[in-house]
């Protein structure tokens, strides 16, 4: 008999997600949650194999989908033997206990999803503390007699019930310390971080914000001619990285920092505050936006909601339109007396539309091909150069 070469490696992990659309909601905003959701789950390394989506006027407060679609979902899920069943909202503690039951699958919602990438992706001892905070605060209200393992992340310090105390409350004790302890170690760095950012003289500070993948950490790379990790990822980056940038005679400084999406879990925002601090503190900001997707609005909106929601809404924002190399449209025929919708419009025709009142802090390029690149930097140096000269008025030699 021949050998035959068997190989070594690890199967791709299957995964359905499972949505609902709701009275009020526009269906193809849920579908393209739906898109999203799958797109966190590739990022995860997981295989979509099957898409279940039920009109709802709510979702149900036992399992979330109706009694019906959770059959469907079983039976799916039994005969395909599926790894993973991923919901796009966040389940209650207790809709968790019982899909787990009957689905007897690994349960993740989006922000369960969400939180399980960041730790995949944080690397320094900072983004993996932060990340670490943001699990545990979002586990306590979670747990069952599954958490027992956390006892042995106790060490020697044993436990300080007595022998009848409940399993569920020592693993909530355990639980309880690690934010606590977390918390306190996440003080040292921001204040260690708030000192390197004071530390940083008087150069004007510019941090690109955005959706998540939407191209910041290549415009990062192409004006400071660094190697930050771009991929066609979610949440690529994580910490965030700072450079010196030189255009012309004017220096400053420019962050990339971690992309924003729907429905970002509030426990990330809190323990992410050291890196949105960079944010808040920002001279200028620049808001990249992915032109080639089909609801560029919609992410461009969250963003907006985002820096708000953190204190940054005020800022002077740079406008960057990125991928316009990626950007398509179908033309309508000439007898079609339908409205147009974003698909019909052209590059050109979107600009003319709610973009023409920006004035000149609007770019449209193409980081990837490096379109339109020098225009960016000139309006970088302009912007640049008018704060420093406001700053510091009496220290403008180099003008």
Same mark, same amino acid.
């Given at each position: 008999?021949?050998?035959?070469?068997?190989?070594?490696?690890?199967?791709?992990?299957?995964?359905?997600?499972?949505?609902?659309?709701?009275?009020?909601?526009?269906?193809?905003?849920?579908?393209?949650?739906?898109?999203?959701?799958?797109?966190?789950?590739?990022?995860?390394?997981?295989?979509?194999?099957?898409?279940?989506?039920?009109?709802?006027?709510?979702?149900?407060?036992?399992?979330?989908?109706?009694?019906?679609?959770?059959?469907?979902?079983?039976?799916?899920? +039994? *005969?395909?033997?599926? $790894?993973?069943? %991923?919901?796009? @909202?966040?389940? !209650?503690?207790?809709?968790? /206990?019982?899909? =787990?039951?009957?689905?007897?699958?690994?349960?993740?919602?989006?922000?369960?999803?969400?939180?399980?990438?960041?730790?995949?992706?944080?690397?320094?001892?900072?983004?993996?503390?932060?990340?670490?905070?943001?699990?545990?605060?979002?586990?306590?209200?979670?747990?069952?007699?599954?958490?027992?393992?956390?006892?042995?992340?106790?060490?020697?310090?044993?436990?300080?019930?007595?022998?009848?105390? +409940? *399993?569920?409350?020592? $693993?909530?004790? %355990?639980?309880? @310390?690690?934010? !606590?302890?977390?918390?306190? /170690?996440?003080? =040292?760095?921001?204040?260690?971080?708030?000192?390197?950012?004071?530390?940083?003289?008087?150069?004007?500070?510019?941090?690109?914000?955005?959706?998540?993948?939407?191209?910041?950490?290549?415009?990062?790379?192409?004006?400071?001619?660094?190697?930050?990790?771009?991929?066609?990822?979610?949440?690529?980056?994580?910490?965030?990285?700072?450079?010196?940038?030189?255009?012309?005679?004017?220096?400053?400084?420019?962050?990339?920092?971690?992309?924003?999406?729907?429905?970002?879990?509030?426990?990330?925002?809190?323990?992410?505050?050291?890196?949105?601090?960079?944010?808040?503190?920002?001279?200028?900001?620049?808001?990249?936006?992915?032109?080639?997707?089909?609801?560029?609005?919609?992410?461009?909106?969250?963003?907006?909601?985002?820096?708000?929601?953190?204190?940054?809404?005020?800022?002077?924002?740079?406008?960057?339109?990125?991928?316009?190399?990626?950007?398509?449209?179908?033309?309508?025929?000439?007898?079609?007396?339908?409205?147009?919708?974003?698909?019909?419009?052209?590059?050109?025709?979107?600009?003319?539309?709610?973009?023409?009142?920006?004035?000149?802090?609007?770019?449209?390029?193409?980081?990837?091909?490096?379109?339109?690149?020098?225009?960016?930097?000139?309006?970088?140096?302009?912007?640049?150069?008018?704060?420093?000269?406001?700053?510091?008025?009496?220290?403008?030699?180099?003008?």
């Amino acid at each position: 008999m021949k050998d035959e070469l068997i190989s070594t490696a690890k199967p791709q992990l299957t995964c359905v997600l499972v949505g609902v659309i709701l009275k009020l909601q526009d269906e193809n905003q849920a579908f393209e949650y739906i898109d999203e959701l799958e797109f966190l789950a590739r990022t995860y390394q997981l295989e979509t194999v099957r898409v279940f989506v039920q009109k709802l006027e709510k979702p149900d407060k036992t399992t979330f989908i109706g009694k019906g679609k959770l059959d469907e979902v079983a039976g799916y899920v +039994k *005969e395909h033997n599926v $790894d993973v069943v %991923i919901f796009d @909202d966040e389940l !209650s503690p207790s809709q968790q /206990r019982n899909l =787990e039951k009957v689905l007897g699958k690994k349960i993740l919602d989006r922000t369960t999803l969400i939180l399980e990438i960041f730790e995949q992706r944080a690397h320094t001892a900072h983004a993996k503390t932060q990340v670490q905070l943001a699990q545990y605060q979002y586990m306590l209200p979670r747990l069952t007699g599954m958490w027992t393992h956390l006892e042995r992340q106790r060490g020697g310090t044993g436990t300080r019930g007595g022998a009848g105390e +409940k *399993e569920i409350e020592t $693993d909530r004790r %355990i639980v309880r @310390d690690k934010i !606590s302890l977390l918390k306190d /170690r996440l003080k =040292e760095i921001d204040k260690q971080m708030a000192t390197q950012r004071k530390n940083r003289g008087e150069l004007i500070r510019v941090a690109l914000v955005g959706y998540t993948n939407v191209g910041k950490s290549t415009i990062m790379n192409l004006l400071s001619k660094s190697e930050v990790l771009a991929e066609n990822k979610l949440f690529a980056t994580l910490d965030t990285t700072v450079r010196k940038v030189t255009i012309e005679n004017v220096f400053f400084l420019l962050s990339d920092t971690v992309g924003f999406i729907r429905k970002l879990p509030t426990e990330l925002v809190e323990s992410f505050k050291s890196t949105l601090d960079e944010v808040r503190e920002a001279d200028l900001l620049v808001h990249v936006v992915d032109i080639s997707h089909l609801n560029f609005e919609d992410h461009y909106n969250v963003v907006n909601q985002t820096l708000h929601d953190i204190g940054a809404g005020d800022k002077p924002i740079l406008l960057v339109f990125n991928k316009i190399d990626a950007f398509k449209y179908t033309k309508k025929d000439e007898d079609d007396l339908t409205p147009s919708t974003r698909e019909n419009l052209s590059l050109e025709e979107i600009k003319r539309t709610w973009m023409k009142n920006l004035n000149n802090n609007c770019i449209f390029i193409s980081a990837a091909k490096k379109q339109n690149i020098d225009e960016l930097k000139s309006t970088l140096y302009k912007l640049v150069k008018e704060m420093h000269i406001k700053r510091y008025p009496y220290n403008n030699f180099l003008y």
